[in-house]
């Protein structure tokens, strides 16, 4: 073994040589950096921070034939497990005086444990200052300044904080970090902490060290009151970050949970007086995404002010969701369903939104934006972008992004012939049951509010693969449960061998495959088989996933699988400006007809179907809403 280590030493001070020789010789191209020569396949693990002019390399080189005697020594007996060298490979970075680092040359390790090696004592010292930040940058630890915009709001407080604590718990977060809340309202940061805490939950792995955790993530947690226009009220939160993070590679970054009208000055304030000196600096934009086009180009205007288009994550939580991530899984990693993903087997998609509760008293705030701005135009969109998407050439995000981008721009103008709308009215109770309100009864609604509270679109993509597939839409709140669903229906089997055998309706026969996104996230196909026995009866049976039987793992909420991927930099499932203004540029016209003819909606009872016209406007493309006979909508 110190055979092998006084070779490698003869090399270093063999390559100081060279290196000198090159500078005599004037030479200071590219080609010279590459010195001292590799041995080639020779592997190299551990790395040094200590550093040497090139005149120092023969120092070096009697320190560690010195090391290497006492390390064989040291084998002797057995100690040494056989590898080759009995020693790890090790880096040194040279230098010479008024320099940059030079590339590493190879140099004897420690026969032991991690360090560096004193070049005037020969002996090995631990050294464990030199770390790797998350940047890539040698040398100096990094930290992360989570900063929640709006930290006393709903937001914040129901999902926000719970996610970033199943973080903490799970270990995803980075070993050095804060989260710093921001709001107008005046509270100490124990007082925060103490409010905070009654809405985190060890949900996963529930109650090992649970406590613990809950008290080293509160530790971590700090607030810091101020106007959301206020640049003094943003420069001492900075100042705040600055003392935390002491010294190290500051990544920075800014949830805005918050109205949409204060998001630019709030984002202005944010970049221009709280950004990383040394990191990166990143804003996730929580949805409503304007109201309309025009909207949504100004909202994207005022914060490209100070911040560019890599900076900005529009956050759609319902794409965090587990079975929308799975939707390309599902799709581009199964050959089985690759051919039948078309026009030519695939009859219609439907897409289905559904919640069991009314407005709650948000009836302000929903009424200003509607179902269809709320639901549809971002969520169920997206979700049928990722559907109808041609396979990327590759899972990088950008690639992702411009396949959902070709199918919005391929999609068809919305005709109001394609549109139902309608409104929740009180239902009394009956057999024990409560009365329910209708919309108009909240106190927060505008009185002959024509809002819909419910929508049901067909939707059209004019390309190769979907021309003359209908997508429906249909998204409601206070109906008779809570479920979100994507349902493929395939078309009739040609020639229908089996057709005395269905019954009348072969509707009922058709194969099918739902996703369910929540609750209870399953995947199931629709098939026919026969029924056992002597005689010949078909029945629709189903091959069912089950998330719950099959996998037994608490599913991540959607925020953690975002916020996670903020701090990593992966944009995948976050929305593009030019994905933002397709979208909206095919809602706008639908929402100015609506509300320039003052159309009235349909109203349905609380806790029903919806109304009569969802039902027409499927048998229009000759389907039937395919969750009708499961006690669907």
Same mark, same amino acid.
């Given at each position: 073994?110190?055979?092998? &280590?006084?070779?490698?030493?003869?090399?270093?001070? #063999?390559?100081?040589?060279?290196?000198?020789?090159?500078?005599?010789?004037?030479?200071?191209?590219?080609?010279?950096?590459?010195?001292?020569?590799?041995?080639?396949?020779?592997?190299?693990?551990?790395?040094?921070?200590?550093?040497?002019?090139?005149?120092?390399?023969?120092?070096?080189?009697?320190?560690?034939?010195?090391?290497?005697?006492?390390?064989?020594?040291?084998?002797?007996?057995?100690?040494?497990?056989?590898?080759?060298?009995?020693?790890?490979?090790?880096?040194?970075?040279? $230098?010479?005086?008024?320099?940059?680092?030079?590339?590493?040359?190879?140099?004897?390790?420690?026969? !032991?444990?991690?360090?560096?090696?004193?070049?005037?004592?020969?002996?090995?010292?631990?050294?464990?200052?030199?770390?790797?930040?998350?940047?890539?940058?040698?040398?100096?630890?990094?930290?992360?300044?989570?900063?929640?915009?709006?930290?006393?709001?709903?937001?914040? *407080?129901?999902?926000?904080?719970?996610?970033?604590?199943?973080?903490?718990?799970?270990?995803?977060?980075?070993?050095?970090?804060?989260?710093?809340?921001?709001?107008?309202?005046?509270?100490?940061?124990?007082?925060?902490?103490?409010?905070?805490?009654?809405?985190?939950?060890? $949900?996963?792995?529930?109650?090992?060290?649970?406590?613990?955790?809950?008290?080293?993530?509160?530790?971590?947690?700090?607030?810091?009151?101020?106007?959301?226009?206020?640049?003094?009220?943003?420069?001492?939160? !900075?100042?705040?970050?600055?003392?935390?993070?002491?010294?190290?590679?500051?990544?920075?970054?800014?949830?805005? !949970?918050?109205?949409?009208?204060?998001?630019?000055?709030?984002?202005?304030?944010?970049?221009?007086?709280?950004?990383?000196? #040394?990191?990166?600096? $990143?804003?996730?934009?929580?949805?409503?995404?304007?109201?309309?086009?025009?909207?949504?180009?100004?909202?994207?205007?005022?914060?490209?002010?100070?911040? #560019?288009?890599?900076?900005?994550?529009?956050?759609?939580?319902?794409?965090?969701?587990?079975?929308?991530?799975?939707?390309?899984?599902?799709?581009?990693? @199964?050959?089985?369903?690759?051919?039948?993903?078309?026009?030519?087997?695939?009859?219609?998609?439907?897409?289905?939104?559904?919640?069991?509760?009314?407005?709650?008293?948000?009836?302000?705030?929903? +009424?200003?934006?509607?179902?269809?701005?709320?639901?549809?135009?971002?969520?169920?969109?997206?979700?049928?972008?990722?559907?109808?998407?041609?396979?990327?050439?590759?899972?990088?995000?950008?690639?992702?992004?411009?396949? *959902?981008?070709?199918?919005?721009?391929?999609?068809?103008?919305?005709?109001?012939?394609?549109?139902?709308?309608?409104?929740?009215?009180? $239902? *009394?109770?009956?057999?024990?049951?409560?009365?329910?309100?209708?919309?108009?009864?909240?106190? #927060?609604?505008?009185?002959?509010?024509?809002?819909?509270?419910?929508?049901?679109?067909?939707?059209?993509?004019?390309?190769?693969?979907?021309?003359?597939?209908?997508?429906?839409?249909?998204?409601?709140?206070?109906?008779?449960?809570?479920?979100?669903?994507?349902?493929?229906?395939?078309?009739?089997?040609?020639?229908?061998?089996?057709?005395?055998?269905?019954?009348?309706?072969?509707?009922?026969?058709? @194969?099918?495959?739902?996703?369910?996104?929540?609750? +209870?996230?399953?995947?199931?196909?629709?098939?026919? @088989?026969?029924?056992?026995?002597?005689?010949?009866?078909?029945?629709?049976?189903?091959? =069912?996933?089950?998330?719950?039987?099959?996998? @037994?793992?608490?599913?991540?909420?959607?925020?953690?699988?975002?916020?996670?991927?903020?701090?990593?930099?992966?944009?995948?499932?976050?929305?593009?400006? +030019?994905?933002?203004?397709?979208? &909206?540029?095919?809602?706008?016209?639908?929402?100015?007809?609506?509300?320039?003819?003052?159309?009235?909606?349909?109203?349905?009872?609380?806790?029903?179907?919806?109304?009569?016209?969802?039902?027409?406007?499927?048998? *229009?493309?000759?389907?039937?809403?395919? =969750?009708?006979?499961?006690?669907?909508?």
């Amino acid at each position: 073994a110190w055979r092998v &280590w006084i070779g490698r030493a003869r090399a270093v001070g #063999t390559a100081a040589g060279q290196r000198r020789r090159q500078g005599r010789s004037g030479c200071r191209d590219s080609s010279c950096a590459a010195w001292p020569a590799r041995r080639p396949a020779r592997p190299r693990v551990a790395a040094w921070s200590h550093t040497a002019t090139a005149p120092g390399a023969m120092a070096l080189a009697r320190a560690a034939r010195a090391a290497a005697r006492r390390g064989a020594r040291r084998s002797l007996g057995g100690a040494n497990s056989g590898s080759r060298g009995g020693g790890v490979v090790a880096r040194r970075q040279l $230098r010479r005086p008024g320099e940059g680092p030079l590339q590493a040359a190879v140099a004897p390790a420690p026969p !032991s444990g991690e360090g560096s090696l004193d070049a005037s004592s020969g002996d090995f010292a631990v050294d464990r200052s030199a770390r790797m930040s998350s940047d890539g940058k040698a040398g100096t630890a990094s930290f992360l300044s989570f900063v929640v915009v709006g930290a006393s709001g709903d937001l914040a *407080k129901k999902k926000i904080y719970p996610a970033l604590f199943a973080l903490y718990y799970e270990g995803a977060l980075p070993e050095d970090f804060a989260i710093f809340g921001y709001a107008r309202s005046k509270m100490t940061t124990a007082e925060f902490r103490d409010r905070i805490a009654l809405t985190l939950t060890c $949900r996963i792995d529930a109650g090992v060290e649970c406590g613990n955790k809950m008290d080293e993530f509160l530790d971590r947690c700090y607030y810091h009151a101020g106007g959301y226009d206020s640049p003094e009220s943003f420069a001492e939160l !900075s100042v705040e970050m600055g003392e935390a993070e002491e010294g190290r590679v500051a990544n920075r970054v800014f949830y805005l !949970s918050i109205p949409p009208s204060i998001f630019v000055p709030v984002a202005q304030n944010a970049a221009n007086l709280c950004s990383s000196p #040394t990191g990166y600096t $990143r804003v996730i934009v929580e949805k409503p995404f304007g109201r309309d086009l025009e909207s949504s180009r100004e909202l994207s205007k005022g914060l490209y002010q100070a911040l #560019t288009e890599d900076q900005i994550y529009r956050i759609d939580h319902y794409l965090g969701k587990e079975l929308i991530e799975n939707l390309m899984v599902l799709r581009f990693s @199964n050959l089985v369903f690759q051919p039948l993903w078309s026009r030519d087997s695939i009859r219609n998609v439907q897409i289905i939104f559904s919640e069991n509760f009314g407005t709650e008293g948000r009836g302000g705030y929903f +009424d200003n934006y509607g179902i269809i701005r709320d639901i549809m135009q971002n969520h169920l969109l997206q979700v049928l972008a990722l559907f109808a998407m041609e396979q990327p050439v590759s899972l990088n995000a950008e690639d992702i992004r411009n396949e *959902k981008v070709k199918v919005l721009q391929s999609m068809r103008q919305i005709s109001m012939d394609d549109v139902v709308v309608g409104q929740y009215k009180a $239902r *009394k109770g009956k057999d024990g049951f409560p009365d329910k309100p209708g919309y108009l009864d909240d106190e #927060t609604v505008p009185s002959g509010s024509l809002c819909p509270t419910f929508a049901a679109l067909a939707l059209h993509i004019d390309n190769p693969r979907w021309d003359g597939v209908p997508f429906l839409m249909k998204a409601g709140k206070a109906l008779n449960r809570r479920l979100v669903e994507i349902r493929v229906q395939f078309r009739h089997v040609p020639g229908q061998l089996y057709r005395p055998h269905h019954g009348a309706n072969l509707d009922l026969a058709t @194969n099918e495959l739902v996703i369910r996104v929540q609750p +209870d996230e399953a995947i199931y196909l629709k098939m026919n @088989n026969k029924v056992p026995g002597l005689g010949l009866r078909l029945d629709s049976t189903k091959l =069912d996933l089950q998330y719950k039987g099959e996998y @037994n793992e608490e599913l991540p909420d959607a925020y953690e699988r975002l916020i996670l991927d903020a701090i990593k930099g992966d944009k995948r499932l976050f929305i593009r400006s +030019d994905e933002l203004d397709e979208a &909206w540029q095919l809602f706008t016209p639908l929402l100015e007809q609506l509300e320039q003819q003052e159309v009235g909606p349909e109203l349905y009872p609380y806790g029903s179907r919806g109304p009569i016209g969802a039902h027409y406007l499927a048998a *229009k493309y000759g389907v039937r809403w395919g =969750d009708m006979g499961e006690g669907g909508l």
